[in-house]
């Protein structure tokens, strides 16, 4: 199918090329003297041109001629760029050194020493450690300073992050040394680790958000989703889970397969979950197959600007198959496919070869114009325009209108609207809060926080020992208004009353997660000024 596909679209890349080649010749030409004098310009003749394809003869030429030294493979590369990203906003030209980088987080594992870790101080201060995981195994604790690296020094050294990663990441089996400063303890302490296989986890957060309320937060459609997905329901169905709230938001794709897996499980067999159409009309239909594991429950699905592709694809079956309640904002509206074509350098064309439908025939993809570079910032014309404050702004073409199998009326024209929408809410952010959180003061306060509890911090391993030592600070918000004002934002308290609530979940919610608990901890706190997870206990009927 891929080689067909290629084959399809090689002569229309190819004929994108030569306007490159066609521009080269007529400079050369035009620039000869009428004078028979021989010239520099004018120095091939016809038997001597190379042969090929333009593009082959221009860049021979340019080798051969051009005045300066030049790079033709980078001219090539800059090429290839340029061309696939005037076809559409989707197609995209892969190098082979970025490849890795970019099919990493669909991968579900990379090789590692298995640490999260935040530089905001320009120094390497480990947060976590994964649990059975390589730095686990050779002791480094939450709370440590790297300062060394191989012998190296790293703190204070103003080294990008990713310049960080690079260093501690390597070949599973390779070691690395880490010169630690720890709390209390005098110099370094010095820490060898094997480089291992590390998974990374799509599934952000799995917990009893309510009693018998189920939360899964995933982040994205990696090999490993539909694996993580079965393993969150059954433990949360051990814990008492009677219906879920399945957060969609931010969530920018991934894999198909793990889409349409990931939708079975929430449908009976039989039902049209997507289809995809290509440039012959010819179509690929997918029905769910019968054996999912939370058919049954009560189902909510969060969405918002930033879910897009498959997650608009899992948002967009249940929707159409009036399965649960679709709550948030209009989704991005990513409905092109790729078909990803291996190079014979390692680099790879991620070429648009189809569009996704929904089980009711309405198509995903935002209207685009060919090589349109103000594609991405539609989701700054939406806030401009005030759809993400009011549905009243969305319009709908009556063309695009729909009709469930219950009779429930839903637009295409771009992205899944939900079936509640739920604003953003700024009442709530004031002057003093976005001085706070802008200037990182709000987070610095949270890692020092950390630090002086690391003890009880350390100690914290269920939601319920985490919130006992969240509420038993009584002076939590007044300790960092002190800490603000001494990094220079004067309190206002008519301001830090308004922004109360707001202050107090985001400063428990970052301290959250320099526990066990990361991201459980911190979407556990974060849930009382989350307007659309409210608008979900509604909907299910819970206070």
């Given amino acids: 199918m891929k080689r067909n596909r290629l084959t399809i679209w090689l002569p229309i890349v190819v004929a994108l090329t030569l306007a490159l080649g066609v521009w080269m010749g007529y400079t050369i030409s035009s620039a000869r003297p009428k004078s028979s004098t021989p010239t520099a310009s004018s120095s091939f003749s016809s038997s001597q041109q190379p042969r090929g394809s333009k593009v082959d003869v221009a860049l021979s030429l340019i080798r051969r001629a051009y005045l300066d030294p030049i790079d033709t493979d980078t001219l090539v590369e800059n090429l290839m760029h340029e061309l696939m990203s005037s076809l559409d906003p989707h197609s995209a030209y892969i190098p082979a050194e970025e490849l890795q980088a970019v099919n990493e987080p669909l991968e579900g594992e990379f090789d590692g020493i298995g640490v999260v870790f935040n530089m905001s101080t320009d120094t390497v201060v480990v947060l976590n450690t994964t649990a059975g995981g390589p730095s686990y195994k050779a002791g480094v604790l939450a709370g440590d300073r790297i300062v060394t690296v191989d012998g190296d020094t790293i703190a204070g050294k103003k080294i990008s992050q990713d310049k960080i990663v690079e260093r501690l990441r390597g070949r599973r089996g390779t ?19 094997v480089r291992d ?3 990374l986890n799509s599934i952000d957060a799995a917990f009893m958000i309510r009693p018998e309320v189920g939360y899964i937060r995933l982040t994205s459609f990696a090999r490993t ?67 999912g594991v ?31 309640t679709i709550v948030g904002r209009r989704s991005f509206g990513k409905g092109l496919v790729q078909s990803q074509i291996p ?23 935002k209207p685009y114009d060919k090589g349109d570079k103000d594609y991405l910032l539609d989701i700054v014309h939406r806030y401009e325009n005030g759809e993400m404050f009011s549905a009243d702004s969305i319009h709908f073409v009556d063309s695009l209108r729909f009709v469930t199998p219950q009779g429930k009326v839903v637009y295409g024209g771009g992205g899944i609207m939900p079936d ?27 890692m020092e926080y950390a630090d002086r509890h690391r003890k009880e911090i350390n100690a914290i391993h269920t939601l319920a020992e985490l919130n006992a030592f969240l509420d038993g600070d009584k002076t939590l918000l007044e300790d960092f208004v002190k800490y603000a004002e001494g990094k220079g934002v004067k309190p206002n308290r008519k301001e830090i009353a308004t922004s109360k609530v707001l202050l107090i979940s985001m400063l428990r919610a970052y301290i959250a997660r320099n526990t066990e608990l ?24 819970v206070k």
């Fill in 175 to 193: 070691k690395v040394r880490l010169g630690l400063k720890r709390s209390n303890v005098e110099g370094l302490v010095e820490v060898d680790i």
């Fill in 197 to 199: 296989k590390i998974p």
């Fill in 225 to 291: 989703t539909h694996k993580e997905f079965i393993a969150a329901v059954a433990k949360l169905k051990k814990e008492g889970m009677k219906s879920l709230i399945f957060d969609l938001r931010s969530n920018s794709g991934g894999f198909l397969d793990q889409a349409i897996k990931m939708t079975n499980e929430f449908l009976p067999e039989g039902k049209l979950m997507v289809y995809t159409e290509d440039k012959n009309g010819n179509q690929q239909k997918e029905y769910s197959v019968g054996g």
């Fill in 294 to 324: 939370i058919t049954d429950l009560p189902l909510v699905v969060l969405i918002d600007d930033y879910s897009a592709s498959a997650s608009e694809i899992v948002a967009g079956a249940l929707q159409d198959n009036d399965r649960g």
């Fill in 343 to 365: 190079l014979s350098d390692g680099s790879v064309l991620r070429m648009t070869v189809a569009r996704y439908y929904t089980p009711t025939g309405r198509c995903i993809q």
């Fill in 420 to 446: 509640i929408f739920v604003p953003i809410d700024t009442l709530d952010m004031t002057p003093y809060y976005y001085a706070t959180t802008g200037l990182n003061i709000l987070y610095r306060y949270t």
């Fill in 518 to 541: 990361q991201d459980v901890g911190y979407f556990s706190q974060i849930e009382p000024i989350d307007e659309t997870i409210q608008k979900a206990f509604e909907v299910l009927g």
